[in-house]
């Protein structure tokens, strides 16, 4: 168990719909990281939140959005659902915003019907 | 643009046989480089950070090194569960961070 606890473990939804990723970081860690892992695109690193605000951002389409909490939990909605976001969705968390202690979660693979 | 490339995409080797995995990198302001191995399914799991040009860190059979451009990873006699894929990543100055597509390692028996 590394700590970083992610849910559903899988997910399977139709085109169009919308859905909710979970994540709750390492305790301690005030960073939380989401990637898309697809298998010719491999890791995509979507967005990043660091103590509740947004720190980097990567290749995050308009259809998804996050968010972190004051708890530092963090939730990644994908909405209007497309075949081609069916994918591994990892979320990872570290200490700071330098990467440190980086432990990424066992993810949340969608499917899209 | 900052970009991870690594190589080769896959590798097979007898088990006790030592060789090196590449990643080259292009990115701007790195603050660090890290390299992850990743079992069929599940989340990657941290192996190393390297910060600086000539940096080295080891763990059992692996050894990690860095210079201005590019990183070796090197598996010494390895053995079959050392079989995964090995991902690299590069922190840029924007914080962001970037993964190369990763090298599948077949340890043959």
């Known amino acids: 168990d590394s700590g970083v606890t992610q849910t559903p473990k899988h997910l399977i939804t139709a085109t169009g719909q919308r859905v909710t990723l979970r994540c709750s970081p390492r305790?301690?860690?005030?960073?939380v990281y989401w990637y898309q892992q697809s298998l010719d695109q491999g890791l995509q690193f979507l967005i990043q939140?660091?103590?509740?605000?947004?720190?980097a951002k990567g290749n995050i389409l308009e259809r998804f959005s996050a968010q972190q909490f004051p708890d530092l939990h963090s939730e990644l909605n994908l909405s209007s659902l497309e075949l081609g976001d069916s994918a591994l969705y990892f979320c990872?968390?570290?200490?700071?915003?330098?990467?440190?202690?980086?432990?990424f979660g066992s993810g949340t693979r969608l499917t899209v019907v | 643009e900052d970009q991870v490339t690594q190589s080769p995409e896959a590798l097979r080797l007898q088990e006790g046989e030592s060789s090196s995995l590449n990643c080259s990198y292009t990115v701007s302001g790195l603050r660090g480089l890290f390299w992850y191995r990743q079992d069929p399914g599940k989340g990657p799991e941290f192996l190393f950070t390297l910060y600086s040009a000539g940096e080295e860190k080891e763990k059992e059979r692996l050894k990690a090194t860095l210079t201005k451009k590019e990183s070796f990873l090197h598996i010494t006699a390895p053995k079959p569960e050392d079989s995964a894929t090995y991902l690299c990543a590069v922190q840029a100055g924007d914080d962001k961070i970037i993964f190369g597509k990763g090298t599948r390692l077949h340890i043959l028996p």
């Open positions: 990872a968390s570290s200490v700071d915003t330098r990467g440190r202690g980086y432990t």
């Open positions: 939140y660091y103590n509740g605000e947004e720190r």
């Open positions: 305790s301690g860690d005030l960073s």
